[in-house]
């Protein structure tokens, strides 16, 4: 298991901060007052079950799809009032990896094509020759080969395909990558490969990461912090040590109760019941109940004002904070 550095954020000021981000389709919120920040150099892991929000809170941020409310401040720059001019030459610090790797990818160019794109639009200067150098060495860095670059996307497997995309993500150098379920489509024996591949790409380049995963397990190998999102809001968000040894909220305790421990060893029987909460099975796609705590339905330990007010994300300890009305109750 890698380790990574924890990142001081008290050092500086953050590289993207989401203050209050509101995006509402045909009537129904789909994300509710979402801020937090993010830190040069860090990687932030986004969870929750389908539905919850995740990809629109990516799309969101990069204006792929519209907000309806709050401030996405990026250097210190408001992206939602950007011009589409200004929004343009953001972009090349701003950059995302999509699910379906195939799909990302133009069948009618060829790779090499695909991932000079960017160069094209960022650097018109750079003559043909020198956009082909720049390709090769990016699909080198990918784990590729330079003389791939005339193939096209369906002579790749799935696990190449978003190895190219993150070859064509990375060749400008963003400051911030967003990945949005980038190995959930993959053979598991090629995700641990992929999220090598960003890792040792954040490293050298010192790129920060917003990471969006169901799984678990691959956001707790590269995250320094983690964000729990459920129907829109975020319910949690400590650093990665602190939130897999102490979950809080009653959401987060179940998503980590479910992850099956690691053969041969059990889970101690103890520490099983202590993170456990009683849950409800249901679908968070359903729609949330109106007003109070939208979790309310699914959590065993919901009060009379879990209905009627809607708990406030705030600090319970150094870096930790959770969304629930019993919060310090439950820390204890």
């Excluded at 989401?18 to 801020?35: C, E, M």
């Excluded at 379906?100 to 009618?108: E, G, I, N, Q, Y």
């Excluded at 992929?194 to 050298?204: K, S, T």
């Excluded at 995963?213 to 983690?226: K, M």
Aim: aromatic share 4%.
């Amino acid at each position: 298991m890698n380790v990574l550095a924890a990142t001081d954020a008290g050092s500086s000021e953050p590289l993207l901060r989401i203050s209050d981000l509101k995006v509402d389709f045909g009537g129904r919120a789909a994300l509710h007052d979402v801020t937090f920040d993010l830190f040069a150099g860090e990687t932030l892991g986004l969870v929750g079950e389908s539905g919850s929000g995740k990809s629109t809170l990516a799309r969101a941020i990069l204006r792929l799809v519209r907000a309806s409310g709050g401030s996405v401040l990026w250097s210190g720059r408001e992206l939602l009032s950007c011009d589409s001019r200004a929004l343009r030459e953001l972009r090349r610090d701003l950059q995302i990896v999509f699910q379906d790797p195939l799909a990302s990818l133009d069948p009618r160019m060829t790779v090499g094509e695909s991932i000079a794109e960017p160069l094209r639009i960022f650097e018109s200067r750079l003559t043909a020759a020198a956009r082909g150098v720049r390709v090769g060495e990016m699909l080198l860095r990918v784990g590729l080969a330079a003389d791939m670059m005339g193939r096209y996307p369906h002579e790749f497997s799935g696990g190449q395909c978003q190895r190219i995309g993150i070859a064509r993500a990375m060749i400008l150098r963003p400051r911030l990558l967003i990945c949005d379920e980038p190995v959930s489509s993959l053979d598991v024996s090629i995700q641990g490969q992929i999220v090598n591949l960003l890792l040792d790409l954040q490293r050298d380049d010192g790129t920060a990461m917003l990471f969006i995963s169901h799984n678990l397990a691959v956001v707790r190998h590269l995250s320094h912090r983690i964000l729990v999102m459920y129907s829109g809001t975020l319910v949690e968000i400590a650093a990665r040590d602190a939130l897999f040894a102490a979950p809080v909220h009653p959401y987060t305790r179940a998503l980590l109760a479910a992850v099956p421990p690691p053969l041969p060893v059990e889970r101690d029987p103890a520490q099983a019941a202590a993170i456990r909460p009683s849950l409800v099975a249901e679908s968070p796609a359903m729609t949330p109940p109106t007003g109070g705590c939208a979790f309310r339905n699914r959590c065993g330990y919901a009060l009379a004002v879990c209905a009627t007010h809607v708990p406030m994300l705030e600090e319970i300890a150094a870096g930790h904070q959770v969304a629930c009305h019993r919060a310090r109750e439950f820390l204890t």
